[in-house]
């Protein structure tokens, strides 16, 4: 049983999957939207070469705990998600992962242009890896 963590942005979709034990995520690309067709053809590709079984999309929260027009988008964009591809979603609340990504880069010195193009996609892997965790940890 395969996951992916999805990090659904305005110009790019950052895409992770775990490992079939689903116990750790992998950053795997940055899609560039075009259309939502292409989009969601790809994913599908992506959902079919890995044996994925469920999908994570990050929902980013304000700060107090609500949800902002961004966050909307994103619970839009989930339950296209699910009506497309026929699989099971989970909302996963991404506060912080993408400045996570961002310091983690910083601190390994990734120079600006490659953190541009790897950023989504470690977010996604931060997203899923968080979701896997909570999930492991409510099983104990």
């Known amino acids: ?4 963590g999805l990090d659904y942005g305005d110009k790019t979709i ?5 490992d ?3 116990w750790t995520a992998q950053g795997l690309e940055v899609i560039r939207r075009t259309t939502e067709e292409r989009d969601m053809a790809r994913l599908r590709e992506l959902i079919a070469q890995y ?9 980013p929260k304000n700060m107090n705990n609500t949800i ?3 966050g909307e988008i994103c619970i839009a964009f989930s339950e296209q998600v699910h009506e497309t591809l026929q699989l099971p979603v989970h909302l996963w609340d991404e506060r912080l992962t993408t400045a996570s990504a961002q310091r983690t880069l910083l601190e390994a010195d990734v120079s600006r242009k490659k953190r ?11 997203i899923l890896q968080g ?3 909570a999930q492991a940890n409510s099983k104990r």
Request: proline letters at 3%.
């Open 1 to 4: 049983m395969r996951l992916m």
């Open 14 to 18: 950052g895409v992770a999957v775990s």
């Open 20 to 22: 079939e034990l689903g």
């Open 51 to 59: 044996g994925v079984t469920e999908i994570v999309v990050g929902l």
């Open 68 to 70: 902002g027009p961004r």
């Open 116 to 126: 541009k193009q790897v950023i989504d996609k470690m977010a996604a892997a931060l």
């Open 131 to 133: 979701y896997m965790d």
